[in-house]
């Protein structure tokens, strides 16, 4: 069934183009770009920069910003009450969809795999090509980028940034804020607010 709510896509960059791509007509009819850079070249449908004046409270939205801070900071700057819907495309898999749970405002990218007995927080970011096992848990604004392998057991603080082609083991935590680098190999906890890479991630 076609939803008739306009969707917004705050930020208009390369993400907001992709999670554009993603729209259906399940999803409501799309009503442009929201973004504080107004002359980016080559967007169309740029309807304004940031701010509650062209917020319309009875619209979708969606915050299309890979960092987890930034995102988190434009969240801060809304102080209207507005609908942020989940959004996953239709080729990612859900083994055991009544036992994923998904905050408002997350959106996962095509071509991801979640097992079962997942929850993630508000505003997450999940990138193409990421596998999720049992028993995950995501704080809000936490962002996976390309081909993130998300063992089961693992808990992720708000704000975590994983990087493209990381792998976090078995049963590990995973502070708030912290960012793990493209490409480690996380085998013990990280602390808070705190940068790993490589293999073994240190």
Same mark, same amino acid.
């Given at each position: 069934?076609?939803?008739?709510?306009?969707?917004?896509?705050?930020?208009?960059?390369?993400?907001?183009?992709?999670?554009?791509?993603?729209?259906?007509?399940?999803?409501?009819?799309?009503?442009?770009?929201?973004?504080?850079?107004?002359?980016?070249?080559?967007?169309?449908?740029?309807?304004?920069?940031?701010?509650?004046?062209?917020?319309?409270?009875?619209?979708?939205?969606?915050?299309?910003?890979?960092?987890?801070?930034?995102?988190?900071?434009?969240?801060?700057?809304?102080?209207?009450?507005?609908?942020?819907?989940?959004?996953?495309?239709?080729?990612?898999?859900?083994?055991?969809?009544?036992?994923?749970?998904?905050?408002?405002?997350?959106?996962?990218?095509?071509?991801?795999?979640?097992?079962?007995?997942?929850?993630?927080?508000?505003?997450?970011?999940?990138?193409?090509?990421?596998?999720?096992?049992?028993?995950?848990?995501?704080?809000?604004?936490?962002?996976?980028?390309?081909?993130?392998?998300?063992?089961? =057991?693992? @808990?992720? #603080?708000? &704000?975590?940034? *994983? !990087?493209? $082609? %990381?792998? /976090?083991?078995? =049963?590990? @935590?995973? #502070?708030? &804020?912290?960012? *793990? !680098?493209? $490409? %480690?190999? /996380?085998?013990?906890?990280?602390?808070? #607010?705190?940068?790993?890479?490589?293999?073994?991630?240190?």
């Amino acid at each position: 069934m076609h939803n008739t709510k306009d969707i917004y896509i705050i930020g208009a960059g390369g993400f907001g183009h992709e999670v554009r791509s993603m729209l259906s007509d399940a999803h409501g009819t799309f009503g442009g770009y929201i973004d504080d850079d107004i002359s980016k070249t080559g967007v169309l449908h740029t309807v304004a920069a940031l701010n509650e004046k062209v917020l319309d409270t009875g619209s979708d939205f969606l915050v299309a910003i890979g960092s987890s801070y930034t995102r988190q900071q434009i969240v801060a700057r809304l102080k209207v009450d507005l609908n942020f819907p989940v959004i996953v495309h239709h080729t990612t898999l859900l083994q055991q969809p009544s036992s994923i749970k998904f905050g408002k405002g997350t959106i996962v990218c095509a071509a991801n795999i979640f097992t079962c007995d997942i929850e993630l927080g508000e505003f997450c970011l999940i990138n193409l090509n990421c596998t999720i096992g049992h028993d995950v848990k995501m704080g809000n604004y936490c962002s996976l980028m390309p081909s993130v392998n998300i063992s089961g =057991g693992v @808990t992720l #603080g708000d &704000g975590v940034f *994983v !990087g493209t $082609g %990381a792998t /976090v083991l078995q =049963g590990i @935590t995973i #502070g708030q &804020g912290a960012t *793990v !680098g493209a $490409g %480690a190999v /996380v085998t013990k906890d990280v602390a808070p #607010g705190t940068v790993v890479v490589g293999i073994p991630a240190k």
